[in-house]
């Protein structure tokens, strides 16, 4: 096709990752948001960005203007008001419109469940999208489905959470429930290749992983996957509403999303035939592949999106620094300095060894000597060179992970810890001279890890600030004084 791909959904999970996909490719695609400034850093010379509702059918007109396949990735999950019904005229809205102009092809991701249960309210409404599209379009794409395996899906995160944090877990009904996970990236592959289906009617494919287990079984997978030994205790008696509070406690889930998303739980979703095995040529990853790709996703960088991106999920743009992304802890901190770039990063190619580290030396002299005490590696291995960093250096009880001069110094923890750590150094050139952007990463293994972080959290809060702090005025010396501080 000729025409540009629409699609909708790019500030979220899923649509964010098949934006990046499209983009790789060559293609033209055209962003349809609320939000044009959220998606700015994300677009390429192939991509533009209008601005549109789907809730608002006239903004939707020049959106469409030589589209020939739209993606719709929209839903109301996480909206306070009727979801069902903003379902509803959200997805009439966009076929209509998307018929008036031309559109040759809509394609939809939706929920697995068979609808001939007692859906959820969730479940149904995913599926009732569906419908009310085919009734408006003449080509409709659906896939519809179960668990998305991924580091930042809304599933996974709840997965995560729970496991990471609770060693003995109550377990209401919803636990022992059937489901047929989905590695994220074999979900963008289908999406991509009903691209290249041909013109003609509409179709409804079910996909999932090959594992059918419960929620139980898939917690205990990435349980042995992070080395974590979980106890569960069934509990049948705990409502939605109840787990939803429970949830909202000791995850990342917002009240409302939670209660929405134990309610689908309920529902087995799990494949009723193979059409979409027939039709693409996906061999679909099983779950220990696909937890095992989050994992690994994350040891490279955060996360590409995350389900909390979305406005709808939240109801408010999601600020960076001291917060949780995914099982990582982080604070991130930043400050302007009005040198040039090179200047900026030269205190911090400087950092550990006889340097030292900017503030209250001391105290990381104490933390290298009780990590003897338990047997790391202590603090006295310093640097191999007082001015140049390379990827591999030993930098006292740290490791360079990556040095990108004069822009990135990202250091691995080397010293004991109950999970693994980062200290990352980021310049980037600001209209008053250059940012400093200083983040400390934290990926807890279990409730110890947990206790480790915010049992030093008020520390850190200081340590990190004065270490800024000092190496921004070093920073702003004309000498460039490499002395400690």
Known sequence: MSGEILLTGATGYVGGRLLSLLQKSGRHVRCLTRRPDALNDRANATTTIVRGDVLDRASLTAAFDGVDTAYYLVHSMGEEKDFEEQDRIAAENFAT????????????????????????????????????????????????????????????????????????????????????PIA???????????????????????????????????????????????????????????????????????????????????????????????????????????????????????????????????????????????????????????????????????????????????????????????GGIGVRRGRRDPEHLRSGDALDFWRVEACEPPRLLRLSAEMKLPGRAWLEFEVTPSPDGSLIRQTAIFDPVGLSGLAYWYGIHPLHQCVFAGMLRNIARKAAQSDNDSSPN
């Open 97 to 180: 419109a998307a018929t008036a102009a031309g559109v040759q092809r809509i394609i939809y991701l939706g929920g697995l469940g068979n609808p001939d249960h007692h859906l959820s309210k969730h479940l149904r409404s995913r599926q009732e999208t569906g419908d009310i599209l085919r009734m408006h379009h003449p080509q409709v794409i659906e896939f519809r489905a179960s668990i998305v395996i991924g580091s930042g899906s809304l599933s996974f995160e709840m997965i995560r959470a729970l496991v990471e944090r609770l060693p003995i877990m109550i377990c209401p009904k919803w636990v022992s429930v059937k489901a047929q």
């Open 184 to 374: 994220v990236e074999d979900l963008l592959t289908y999406l991509v290749a009903a691209l290249d289906l041909p013109i003609g009617h509409s179709q409804v494919y079910e996909i999932g992983g090959p594992n059918q287990l419960s929620y139980g079984e898939l917690m205990k997978e990435y349980a042995r996957q992070r080395g974590l030994r979980r106890w569960m205790i069934p509990v049948p008696l705990l409502t939605p509403y109840l787990s939803s509070l429970w949830l909202g406690l000791v995850t990342p889930l917002y009240a409302r999303v939670g209660r929405k998303l134990v309610e689908s739980l309920r529902n087995p979703t799990l494949l009723s035939n193979n059409l979409a095995n027939r039709t693409f040529d996906v061999v679909p990853r099983s779950l220990p592949e696909a937890i095992q790709r989050a994992l690994i996703n994350e040891d490279h960088e955060f996360a590409e999106t995350r389900w909390s991106d979305a406005l709808s999920a939240g109801g408010t743009t999601p600020q960076w620094g001291g917060t949780r992304f995914g099982s990582r802890l982080v604070d991130s901190r930043s400050v302007v300095v009005p040198v040039s770039v090179d200047e900026a990063f030269a205190p911090i190619r400087r950092i550990g060894g006889k340097t030292g580290w900017y503030y209250a030396n001391w105290l990381w002299s104490v933390r290298g000597f009780l990590d003897l005490l338990i």
